[in-house]
């Protein structure tokens, strides 16, 4: 909402001291706020006997209902802008309640949020009616959450009339379930034409109090006389009024103009609505210039013909030069005999004579030079018409003998002028109160709640018309010894006797509150109202007109076409029908209201009619206002994301776990009990078949799904290797405890050296220190197999065993080194003396330059005195790494460096570092002896060149069993799932962050186009109350990344979602766990927020949770690269389904298919206007529907048949 329209006006909680406003309140205002908080209440009082400050009083005392954290507010009616800021801004300075002042029709009429923040944040709202209405008519505001309303000025609130008061009461207040406390004020509860008529002042009274559901109170006038000063009535005497020769012969040549620009504007103008609206205007400003010339002479209407040329609001181009004709012609006439000169504009009192000005303005001038010595005067003159306020400044500011009257005019915002803003009239205002200017010529505008104390005469230039405008008028002098002029026609006594009829009518409405003398009221002006029973929401016909004018002003429009209703009233037997037609692009075109008394209440009900049914159609939403109808369609909004913010949503990362394949989930059992695992032969196919691999197999507790059994991968190794790997079904076998413990703490032994060589290095490694399963885990067992198949003795046990017999495992104190081998079957290593079969095919560490190395085999022709590049190794060693070797007789060894375990999956020709080339091709080195230390025995470089594989292949099997387990989701909601392939779902789960050799790119593409396609579809057929731009609307809505997200939330995909590579130093299975045990309390700790997203790729953090960190449009794309493996796989059908599972409904009735082609055949009459053959030769299609063709060519602004456009 803008700075203008919604203002705070107080510090609230900021406040240095509390402020208590009955300290300086009166006895009476006390009692009366004392009964108000009991009872519903309006307080008749004079203006400036304190109302306001008793709805302070009251605020104060109910203070415990509306103070946060409250949910209840107070809402402060006034009915001008004016008034709106000067109560707000009493309310602040008296209390230390948050207030806040809304008015005009800002972003905040339209947009719940905004209102929800609004009733949060303050306590007090003080707002124009008309706000408040329109926020419970659309639910922005709801009456039960409303503790005290006040009624500022609230006779308007009458039973008879559709005053925003009166409707707030008639459709919101007796509906309520919970009633808010109703407090009114007024300076006279009567309002609208009449004289001393006791019985239609009762009517009036009983009326308020029946509306308001309140008790009218007073205070004796004896109190009042000694708090607030009542100006003395003075009543001045003109004419009689006979109107000169001269002024008679000007309205007669002024009409015979008139007549002439009629006649020029009928030939000119085609357009019947254009020229009536002229003729208005034409009419309008004669009207205004005899009136001027009538009440305050020839100088009068010749100034309101110079105003209305000089206006900034009235066009001087040609569009308007008839009345621009027209209105030189009357300055022509009026100046014909008046003086010219620089001295034209300037009057003595001697020269005030008629015609030049009229015997009423001779009066008013009289006056204002009587008062004009008084000290500290100010002064308000009200008239009834705008021009003539104008008028009457700009004499008055030339007549050199009242030169002490600084002048200056009041109208309303709303009055045609440009240059009379609301701040222009705050201006003007705060120019009087502080002495600036002291002669406000106002409009009515000024009579109501204009708190300007200093004010000591108030002429009525124009008696007032009704008993309010006269008391509320008189209210504005507020001195001691205040004067209330009044100008009248000697003679006239209809004016005499008003005036009487004012004064005693006053005295009547206290007796009458007093002892009331009827219980009759005005008849209620019945609504018909209609209300969404999902939201509270309504409409009656009250505000129906207005809301058609709304949805017709968001259809789509363009510089040749403005949506408009249309409306014609027909003369029926029991009463007048009015027909409404709708613009070509709205949801419907035509709709016939009931027969009502009057051509105004005909076109009420027919707006009502076609309001409720463009709510039935979707064109108006469930809060009864025009957009998407939440009721046709539930986008999901929980985060409540505007649109234009939609983009930042989308990547915002939040943290999510990674689903774990539930078949490789361990059972609740310890590692020393024996097992029954399902086996499987992992093949290693070579390309090309230059390397040797041990054979390998894995162990499950369950049998893996049949898909996954089918599991194929290529790894990709250096230089364009490939190996291909899968896995075969073999059956099951059983281990027994020790079996169990061997197999764990192998698989613990190759991981450690895989993954944690640095717990390698000591002489002594402890391994199955832990024997639980962690749950968080994944439980299988990678075991080398024999090269022939002998069933249950498929698994190399004596490999196992001997790996495990190593030195490295053996308790230092038990150990025996075996120094009695033969020299020719020993060799010394650092540590100890080993025999020959024993280092070859071993795993040794040199800790001269850290690193492990696979023995290969035994260098027999070679040893430390053999030559390198010009110098025995010995010298070697020496020079370089200062070793000295002990024995350099002693056979070398031909070994081949311990690789480090990479990310297979994706294609490794892009690494192109020597570094990593060289490791990972066949590349041996020759090392001493005696500078290795033996840690492994029988761990051969085969065997560690399928370990290498082992990581990647079983990471991709993980990935392919979770796409599984969400096929099995699916499928057992719609059974076209079961058709569609883990591999293709697996592909639709993995982002490019992966950098594996599949994506879900080109799904998400394809899947993305035909969202839109479907959505798009089953909008157009199942809404046909929406327009082109709602249609967009809504298909983005439910295509957006924001709702496809929470769709996918809803439906937990994102656990199943893969975001990142395969980080190989963060693999985990059984015997290597993971060690960052992730809670509640730590999660924060572990995964902050607060860490730029470009760094994040190199903070993940794998924990016991599998957290990570994924974008919301990340989520959302899974949706539509699902879709696209569907469309691919499986086909539409399948595709339907996955949507209607996912949340998007996309299907429809066939029914409502054929209504769209039958509604086409409406435009089957325009076939005249096109050829349709040739178009469809054209085209290179026949269509069956000719109509819907004939449509697409349909500009909107075309209206000569009852079809649509190409916009509906």
Known sequence: MSEDEAESSSSGAAASEPKDPRTIARKYQLDLCKRAVDENIIVYLGTGCGKTHIAVLLMYELGHLIRKPSREVCVFLAPTIPLVRQQAMVIADSTNFKVQRYYGSGKHSRDHQAWEKEMGEYEVLVMTPQILLHNLRHCFIRMDLIALLIFDECHHAQAQKRHPYAQIMKEFYNNADKHPRVFGMTASPIIGKGGSNKLTYTKCINSLEELLNAKVCSVDNVELESVIASPKVEVYFYGPVGHSNLTTAYIKELGGYKFQSECMLRESVCNFNESLKKLKSLWRLHENL?????????????QAARTFLSSSSVSLDGKGADINDYANKAMSLLSRDILEGPDADSFDLETIEEPFFSKKFAVLINVLSRYRLEENMKCIVFVKRIIVARVVVQILQNLKCLDFWRCEFLVGCHSGLRNMSRDK??????????????????????EEGLDIQTCCLVVRFDLPETVNSFIQSRGRARMSKSKYVFLLERGNHSQEKLLDDYITGEIIMDKEINLRTSNDMFNCLEENIYRVNDTGASISTACSVSLLHRYCDNLPRDIFFVPSPSFFFVDDVDGIVCK?????????RQVNGQPCPSKDEAKRDACLKACIKLHELGALTDFLLPGQGSRKIKVSTTNNSESNKDDDESFREELYE???PAVLRPSRCKLDSSFKLHFYYIEFIPIPADRRYQMFGLFVINRLPEESEKLDVELHLARARIVKAGIKYLGKIEFNKEEMILA????????????????????????????????????????????????????????VKRCLSSPAFQDPMGLSLHDSYLPNESLKLLGGTYNKADVIGSLVYTPHTDLFFFVDAILDGTNAKSELNGATYAEHFKQRLHIKLSHPEQPLLKAKQLFCLRNLLHNRQLESTESEARELMEHFVELPPELCSLKIIGFSKD??????????????????????????????????????????????????????????????????????????????????????????????????????????IRRNLQVYIRDQHFEPTQ?????????????????ATLHPKNIDPDRRENCNLRCTKSHHWLHRKTIADVVESLLGVFIVECGFKAAFAFLHWIGIKVDFENSAFYRVLDASSTNLSLMNYMNISELEELIGYTFKRKGLLLQAFVHPSFNKHSGGCYQV
């Open 290 to 302: 005899i009136f001027c010339l009538q009440e305050v002479g020839l100088f009068g209407a010749l």
């Open 425 to 446: 009239m705050s201006s003007i205002i705060e120019k009087f109160s502080s002495g600036e200017v002291n002669l406000l010529v106002a409009t009515s505008v000024g």
């Open 580 to 588: 409404l037609i709708l613009p070509p692009n709205a949801a419907f």
């Open 658 to 660: 990674m689903l774990i």
């Open 744 to 799: 764990h703490n192998f698989q613990e032994m190759f991981l450690k050296v895989l993954l944690d060589r640095s717990e390698f290095t000591p002489s002594y490694i402890l391994l199955g220190n832990d024997g639980a399963l962690d749950m968080d885990s994944t439980f299988y067992l990678l075991l080398p197999i024999k090269q022939k198949f002998y069933g249950d003795n498929m698994i190399d046990w004596p490999a």
């Open 943 to 1048: 065997m560690g060149s399928s370990l290498s594989l082992l990581p990647s292949l079983m990471y991709r099997l993980e990935n392919l069993l979770v796409a599984i387990e969400l096929k099995d989701v699916m499928s057992s909601y719609f059974p076209e799932a079961s058709q569609i392939s883990a591999s293709g779902i697996l592909e639709s789960l993995t982002t490019e962050r992966c950098l594996e050799r599949i994506s879900l790119e080109r799904l998400e593409v394809l899947g993305d186009a035909f969202l839109k396609y479907v959505v798009g579809r089953h909008n157009f057929i199942s809404y046909e109350g929406l327009d082109e731009g709602q249609l967009t609307r809504r298909r983005s809505d439910i295509v957006s990344n924001s709702n496809l997200y929470e769709l996918s």
């Open 1067 to 1083: 693999f985990f299975a059984l015997g290597r766990p993971c060690k960052v045990v992730c809670n509640p309390d730590r999660e």
